[in-house]
């Protein structure tokens, strides 16, 4: 990218960048790893900019090294103290920290700009307070932003006094950080004194905050959040995003926009959101986040994410708008060049997140991948972390990829992420793709009237379905281990060989290149499986 001096601002580092009235390419360090590292590199390449890195000694062999023009190790990427010194040293002019780690750490934020590099990122006062739920509750509640009713818990009495106005269920949160951790759900006056005790605990642990706040819990309730984007004077959205299908608070499934509210309710809702983040004089890129109570069609407001999102694709792939890039604009230019009634958004887009884990157990599955095959064709997006040869490793979060479908319309963006699934290819770790499958195709999906309370009340079929399904891999990979072509049909009768072939090692050392005889195969058996059945049943009924 080359601008004109007179055509931009300049902050920090970038000045020192411009020579002969053109902008020498600015280097960016990214304080992250995997997907999210190479998603952002991908961006800073494509617009002009050197992207630069940063490693934990376990991610030596990491893939997101490979795009890094130049990289550093660093003990943790939680030091804040080591990734600014790489910074420095490396002579970057920015760092955008992605998502996780030190990307909502105010004091990271400060410490950056303490050396004269521009943090890529919402300021520190607005970091603050998002990362404070419960200011940010007071905060909307002042700009008539309507919330749960709520109270800060000191204790097991002020959960148990709440319940006497508010009944049960009821759900206890950190005050300091999200993501499930600190949270616990109460449906009795039984649970109370334990719940806030292990939820204080982990709020503790995780965000060095122990303060908790109590708010009822909605049964059938929708997570739906807004993109936004600011430059502190110009407040714009990129529409929202439904976010329901999730694990212990963990998103697996997003999709844009939502399938699930009116155009009235949207228009409401995007209003919210706006109002809040112009109130906040919002800079960069952030999500407001919002309760959908599907009974009463009510929003409430939950919280504020000053940064960008795990999702951020679905939003990218209606809009067409770079969310990154726009973020780096606005970071080193301080103006963000989208007026609201110049966004448009077309078709559908559905996200699923993959995670290497046991799709049954949930237990991560590390280990190195000895093959791997991304789906591609139209209306297709795949941001991943990882390749053949990688290991796996438990110490990070599980998610080593998001698989990204746009279509015309949300059938055929499903259509497209149920095709993109069954051509995903990992092999030597366990993937949750069998679960993913499972939860697209359920008519709860299908008819969008799902809510977040849709995985912990299907996991049981599902969990029979996803063991249905790898008997018949079983069957078919153990057929074609012993038998060939013109044995297959006989093979029935054999069904003791199922639960054998469940536990042999060999079924993991079958290469997918037979992927032909599997599929020819799998349909053989099924028809020469349910012809064997039909004849059993008509001598029955002789």
């Known amino acids: 990218m080359l601008f004109k001096k007179s055509e931009m601002k300049f902050s920090g580092r970038s000045k020192e960048r411009f020579t002969m009235g053109f902008i020498m390419p600015l280097s960016i360090l990214i304080a992250n790893r995997g997907e999210i590292a190479i998603r952002i590199a991908r961006s800073l390449i494509e617009n002009g900019f050197k992207p630069l890195g940063v490693y934990e000694p376990e991610d030596k062999e990491s893939l997101h090294r490979k795009y890094m023009v130049e990289d550093a190790e660093v003990s943790s990427y939680l030091n804040i103290r080591e ?232 939003t990218e792939m209606i809009t067409r708008k770079d969310i990154v890039r726009k973020q780096v604009e606005i970071a080193f230019y301080s103006i963000l060049d989208l007026k609201q009634n110049n966004i448009t958004r077309e078709g559908h887009a559905i996200e699923a997140r993959i995670y290497a884990e046991n799709p049954i157990t949930m237990e991560p599955s590390p280990g190195t991948i000895r093959k791997y095959y991304e789906p591609n064709g139209p209306g297709l997006r795949v941001d991943s972390g990882v390749t053949e040869g990688v290991y796996v490793s438990s110490k990070y979060d599980p998610m080593i990829s998001k698989v990204i479908a746009w279509g015309v319309d949300r059938k055929m963006a499903l259509n497209r992420l149920i095709r993109a699934l069954n051509e995903y290819l990992i092999e030597g770790i366990a993937t949750n793709i069998p679960l993913v499958k499972q939860l697209i195709t359920s008519p709860e999906f299908i008819d969008a009237s799902y809510t977040t309370s849709l995985f912990e009340k299907q996991m049981p079929v599902i969990s029979n379905r996803i063991l249905d399904e790898a008997k018949l891999h079983a069957i078919t990979i153990s057929t074609l281990i012993e038998y060939d072509d013109k044995g297959a049909k006989n093979y029935a009768s054999k069904s003791s060989l199922i639960e054998n072939v469940l536990k042999s090692e060999r079924v993991s050392s079958i290469k997918r290149h037979a992927w032909y005889y599997y599929v020819n195969l799998k349909g053989m058996i099924e028809r020469s499986y349910v012809a064997k059945r039909r004849k059993e049943e008509k001598k029955s009924h002789r």
């Open 83 to 314: 990734i600014v010194q790489v910074a420095v040293e490396l002579g970057a002019d920015g760092v955008h920290p992605g998502y996780g780690f030190l990307s909502e750490n105010p004091e990271f934020a400060r410490e950056v700009a303490r050396k004269n590099i521009v943090f890529i990122g919402p300021p520190p006062n607005v970091m603050a307070l998002a990362g404070d739920k419960i200011a940010s509750k007071i905060y909307a509640e002042r700009l008539e932003i309507p919330t749960l009713p709520w109270v800060e818990v000191k204790n097991s009495e002020d959960v148990l006094e709440f319940a006497k106005t508010h009944g049960y269920p009821l759900i206890v949160k950190a005050a300091g950080g999200g993501g499930g951790r600190g949270t616990r759900i109460i449906r009795s006056e039984k649970e109370v004194e334990s719940a806030v005790k292990i939820a204080r605990i982990e709020a503790e642990k995780a965000f060095k905050d122990p303060r908790l706040y109590v708010e009822p819990y909605i049964e059938e309730a929708k997570h739906i959040e807004v993109q936004i984007l600011g430059d502190g004077d110009n407040v714009v959205h990129l529409y929202e995003r439904e976010c329901s299908i999730q694990r212990k608070f963990q998103k697996i499934i997003e999709e844009a926009p939502s399938p699930s509210i009116t155009d009235k309710e949207r228009e409401k809702l995007l209003e919210y959101a706006v109002t809040l983040a112009k109130g906040l004089k919002y800079v960069n890129a952030g999500t407001v986040e919002f309760l959908f109570d599907v009974k009463n069609r009510e929003f409430y407001f939950m919280e504020i994410n000053a940064r960008l999102q795990v999702e951020h694709p679905v």
